[in-house]
């Protein structure tokens, strides 16, 4: 038990654990009438209180019918239930059953009755893919007698399938085994280790698969693959019952920031994320998408950080912005810390600029500073030398000095690298630590730091004041539109999904993207949706941009989904084997290969962003003219092939419904641009809105479902699919829009959050909730007259946002827990355009 003990305590450190058992014999004590069985109850808590962590996940998989099991077990609906050996995972299996299927099992059940009727003590009972033999209560001569005649009889009917167990002999029509039931559930939740509990010979099909960190236990004798063995049901009850425990308190004890308790810090240049006792812990330099020079958000403390905290221990009391800025203070007992990315002097928009992290410590009190620089994410050994004034990192490419005067360091090794440590006694004398990127000097700057402060503080200020903010959600709406603001690229105008790479989508799991690049459907939105707000310069910048792309020659139809900041390709998606990813999330990306992707998509947010400024009284001139014929006519040449989609499935190519819609849109807004460009409409382009409408509503509508799917000729649903009505192809008061509406919310929603789809995707794990799919939800029920559902959605959508306003990509409602990268320009997006739709509704004007 010793050993066992051990291996229970590895796996219950595991990013992502699977618990599965058998029931019969395992989770409660064989019974010598089935129908009597009762579980343990000490196995029932600890299944109960394992299935409710995060990133575990419960399984049990039995020989039993489904609806048996779920019936004597009495578990939550979060245990995953797998009837009849592994072969039912879904209550309706038996009614897809094929015909000549439940033919043979009828047949099977007539013989196996007629074996019983020979003799007692037999009982025959039928589950949906097969019929079981019970034996149990026969005597052994009588028992003996009807195995063998059921081994020469209707088991070797051609298409039957024999499975052994405890007193009883199964005769399956379809192949059962719970190793691939096993396989199937860890693939589907993504687990990084899992244990299986059983007693059966069945049980071994399971066992066989398990590898690696994965632990096998074994109920009462018999020969086994599985590495532990305990004695009965009541041992196996304890087994769970300290997995339980281990669990919790490994848990417990992670010091993972929550994702969405990160403040931001932008220059336009790069971004900075913060935790909230004021830890940097992310910054790449000198772009967004570069090499990091902090990474402890991805690689924990030796892939670097920059920490101020009290000496005594205290703990941080609050932390906000200031105003309208991305300046950040926070806050302990004694003195405040003021966080910032220089923008002084026109410095986001300067192509050979540089950023200058600034940070400013006021009040009194006894601080320890830690300064922990590793560039290329802690890849290459980093030394500090002592400057007169501070400290200069050695080992960049570029100089990197910290100006501290005042401040004295000790120098500590760990391994390759250098830890700098200072303990500091604030007086009334202000503290002011500077880390240059791309300046070699520590001297003091001709402006001093108050005069850059208040010239970045006017900077946010200035252009948020311009922002036309509803009354809903007012504050929220204004930070989320800085936000964006914060993800454009200043020397280009670019602006890019979110401002780091690798935070997962599912804890433990391999969805793990870098989305530090532009794509052009989200910047395009983004664009948009501060066009609303009342700000067009973003967008302007954005199509110049654009305009420089198309200018090299890449005529649209050839346009790659994403580029990088600058307008150029991306590299190669790579992983850093060195990061063990946040909370054990790995790997680690950098790239992204949906750069090679085809996807249709990107056409309809670009011309309605064009639209939106045209008519904003924006200056658009004969090259936007130039790019919207340019678009309509690759539009033109590719509409009707099959892409990747706006999600990226990283499968063969399919003809995705949101595509063809926002084909449809990209026409339909050229269309409304010729109007303002040429006072007409040419006709061939109406005739190609037509027929693409037409081709969306014939081929992506499914009548069965009632509601517009995924892709055509396919059952699942998709939330992108809102957009047949969002986007205008079809009233809001037409019943396919309002059953599509329904559809979504009835599969795709989970109290706060929609799902983006629930299909396989071919990735293990799950993902959250997907925050811009809940903004097309409150956006799609105001359209169609369901403002109070919509409010109701967007309070709780709201409540997601971090403390300070910040929000990533996804939301899990299992474990309450954001998920994904961070900031998401897309969930900033969706805030803003699901709080101007409720706020154009009656009651809120």
């Not at 018999?222 to 009965?232: I, N, Q, S």
């Not at 769970?240 to 993972?256: I, N, V, Y």
């Not at 600058?566 to 084997?577: D, F, K, N």
């Amino acid at each position: 038990m010793d050993d066992l003990s051990s291996r229970l305590s590895e796996l219950s450190r595991t990013p992502v654990l699977l618990v599965a058992s058998d029931f019969d014999g395992t989770l409660s004590p064989i019974a010598a009438e089935p129908s009597l069985a009762k579980p343990n109850r000490e196995a029932m808590v600890a299944l109960h209180a394992l299935a409710v962590m995060p990133q575990t996940h419960v399984a049990v998989i039995s020989g039993r019918a489904l609806r048996d099991l779920a019936s004597l077990s009495g578990l939550s609906e979060e245990v995953h239930l797998v009837g009849s050996h592994g072969s039912e995972f879904d209550p309706g299996f038996a009614r897809s059953l094929d015909p000549k299927l439940v033919d043979l099992r009828d047949r099977i059940k007539g013989e196996l009755l007629a074996v019983a009727g020979a003799g007692s003590g037999f009982r025959v009972e039928e589950k949906p893919a097969s019929v079981a033999f019970h034996y149990r209560l026969a005597d052994e001569h009588a028992a003996e007698r009807a195995v063998h005649a059921i081994l020469a009889g209707p088991a070797v009917i051609t298409g039957v399938h024999i499975k052994r167990g405890k007193k009883v002999i199964e005769l399956s029509v379809i192949p059962t085994d719970k190793g691939k039931a096993l396989a199937a559930i860890r693939h589907r939740v993504g687990a990084t280790a899992a244990l299986f509990i059983g007693d059966d010979e069945s049980d071994e099909d399971a066992f066989a698969i398990l590898c690696g960190p994965d632990v096998g236990v074994r109920v009462g004798g018999g020969a086994t693959k599985a590495l532990f063995r305990v004695a009965d049901s009541t041992e196996a009850a304890r087994v769970l019952a300290t997995l339980a425990e281990l669990r919790e308190d490994w848990l417990k004890g992670s010091e993972a920031v929550a994702i969405e308790r990160h403040a931001l810090l932008s220059d336009q240049r790069t971004v900075a994320l913060v935790t909230p006792d004021a830890r940097v812990v992310w910054f790449c330099v000198p772009r967004i998408d570069s090499t990091a020079l902090f990474a402890e958000l991805l690689g924990g403390s030796a892939a670097g950080f920059f920490a101020i905290k009290a000496a005594d221990g205290s703990l941080a009391l609050r932390q906000s912005y200031v105003g309208n800025t991305f300046q950040l203070r926070t806050e302990w007992p004694g003195f405040v810390v003021t966080d910032y990315l220089d923008c002084s002097n026109g410095r986001p928009y300067q192509r050979a600029g540089r950023s200058d992290l600034i940070r400013v410590i006021e009040g009194t009190g006894r601080i320890v500073i830690e300064f922990a620089p590793r560039p290329d994410f802690g890849r290459e050994p980093t030394r500090l030398r002592r400057l007169d004034e501070g400290l200069q990192v050695e080992g960049s490419l570029d100089p990197i000095v910290l100006r501290a005067p005042g401040v004295e360091w000790r120098l500590v090794d760990e391994g390759p690298h250098q830890l700098a440590i200072a303990e500091h006694e604030l007086t009334d004398q202000t503290v002011v630590l500077e880390l240059r990127y791309g300046l070699s000097t520590s001297q003091e700057l001709i402006v001093p730091e108050p005069r850059r402060r208040e010239q970045t503080s006017r900077f946010w200020n200035v252009w948020a004041d311009q922002l036309r903010i509803p009354p809903v959600c007012s504050e929220l709406v204004r930070r989320s539109a800085l936000v964006l603001k914060a993800l454009c690229y200043g020397p280009t105008g670019a602006i890019v999904a979110a401002g780091t790479t690798s935070l997962p989508e599912h804890i433990g799991g391999i969805r793990n993207w870098d989305y530090r690049y532009c794509w052009l459907r989200d910047s395009a939105m983004a664009a948009t949706a501060l066009a609303k707000l009342g700000s067009t310069g973003v967008g302007t910048r954005l199509i110049d941009w654009l305009l420089g792309i198309l200018d090299r020659d890449e005529a649209p139809e050839w346009f790659r989904p994403v580029y990088t900041v600058t307008g150029g390709h991306l590299s190669v998606e790579a992983e850093i084997g060195e990061l063990p990813g946040y909370r054990g999330s790995r790997p680690v990306r950098v790239g992204n290969a949906a750069a090679q992707q085809l996807q249709l998509d990107v056409f309809g947010p670009i011309m309605e962003l064009v639209a939106l400024l045209a008519e904003n009284g924006a200056a658009l001139s004969t090259e936007h003219w130039r790019l919207t014929e340019a678009i309509v006519s690759a539009v033109g040449q590719r509409w009707h092939e099959p892409d990747h989609g706006n999600w990226e499935i990283r499968r063969p190519r399919k003809h995705h419904v949101h595509s063809k819609v926002m084909c449809w849109v990209a026409v339909d807004r050229a269309l409304r641009i010729a109007q303002a460009f040429t006072a007409q409409q040419p006709v061939e382009w109406i005739s190609l809105r037509e027929k693409i409408a037409n081709d969306v509503l014939e081929l992506g509508w499914n009548r069965a479902l009632g509601a517009f799917t995924a892709t055509y000729g396919d059952t699942a649903l998709d939330a992108a699919a809102l957009h047949v009505g969002l986007s205008g192809l079809i009233p809001g008061s037409d019943p396919r829009f309002v059953g599509t509406i329904e559809a979504v919310e009835r599969t795709l929603r989970r109290g706060p959050t929609v799902y983006r789809y629930l299909y396989d995707d071919g990735l293990p794990g799950r993902e959250g909730g997907f925050h811009l799919c809940t903004s097309w939800l409150i956006e799609a029920l105001v359209l169609v007259g369901r403002v109070g559902d919509a409010r109701d959605l967007l309070d709780q959508f709201a409540a997601l946002f971090g403390p300070t306003g910040l929000a990533p990509e996804e939301y899990c409602p299992r474990t309450r827990q954001s998920l994904g990268n961070h900031p998401q320009a897309y969930s900033h997006i969706g805030l803003i355009n699901a709080v101007l739709a409720v706020a154009r509704t009656p009651s809120e004007a």
